[in-house]
């Protein structure tokens, strides 16, 4: 389990999380967590990064990409992670890349809605595998809005890389929603589930799960308008 506070972070083998952070070519500030003599500042590829050693097999790295935005990877093996800071959803905001979703895991967090918005799709939160809707595993999940009413959730389930499930429920304005999205092993067949506070309200069990790598997670996509909101609690298990 990888916890992301501010900028304390603690990460496992091929995460690469995005956050806002510091870097410059000419400088390397320490980040917050990067304590004492564990830490050393260095550069590689003519870009400054500070490296932690925690054991000869295992590194974290801090380097630089676009808009001096810093992102952490590491040697170590990982089963998810979780993000507790509550941050505004927007567009092409992309905060982690897993190595991997598993044929089963669990993803939940934390949605704020403060406006309805008046888009089809107001983007929430989307995994993939490099595009919007083009192979399966593109959607893998992806949570929208959907036309200012209830959430829409949409998943590769089945052979359909597009598997959807529209919420009819009229959402408000100003509440907190918790929504939990899940794929388990019940006897010999996987489970999809969709739950919104709680409350199960979707569920098909899919004959054709897969494992995908190397998934994007981005809290507002890039191809659709974000919801004007706020999501936190990211958690991701598999």
């Not at 390397?28 to 000869?56: H, L, M």
């Not at 992670?81 to 979703?101: C, D, E, G, H």
Request: net charge negative.
């Amino acid at each position: 389990m990888i916890k992301i506070d501010k900028l304390v972070v603690l990460v496992c083998l091929g995460l690469t999380l995005h956050f806002e952070g510091t870097c410059s070519q000419e400088m390397c500030k320490k980040p917050k967590g990067f304590v004492g003599d564990t830490a050393q500042c260095t550069k590689v590829n003519q870009k400054a990064e500070w490296v932690r050693i925690i054991s000869p097999e295992t590194s974290i790295k801090q380097e630089n990409i676009n808009n001096n935005n810093c992102f952490y990877t590491t040697a170590a093996t990982t089963q998810g992670f979780f993000w507790n800071m509550a941050m505004v959803i927007k567009r092409s905001n992309q905060i982690a890349l897993l190595p991997y979703i598993a044929k089963t895991y669990s993803v939940s967090f934390d949605v704020l809605i403060n406006n309805l918005g008046n888009s089809s799709y107001n983007s929430i939160i989307h995994f993939t595998i490099g595009a919007d809707n083009s192979v399966y595993g593109d959607r893998t999940p992806a949570v929208w809005l959907y036309g200012g009413i209830g959430f829409l959730i949409c998943s590769a389930i089945n052979g359909n890389k597009d598997k959807c499930y529209t919420d009819p429920i009229q959402r408000q304005v100003g509440v907190w929603y918790h929504i939990e999205i899940s794929q388990s092993l019940t006897g010999n067949k996987i489970i999809f589930e969709f739950n919104i506070n709680q409350e199960t309200v979707y569920t098909i069990e899919n004959i054709q799960a897969e494992q995908f790598e190397k998934v994007q997670v981005w809290a507002g996509d890039e191809y659709h308008d974000p919801l004007d909101g706020i999501i936190s609690n990211i958690e991701v298990k598999t």
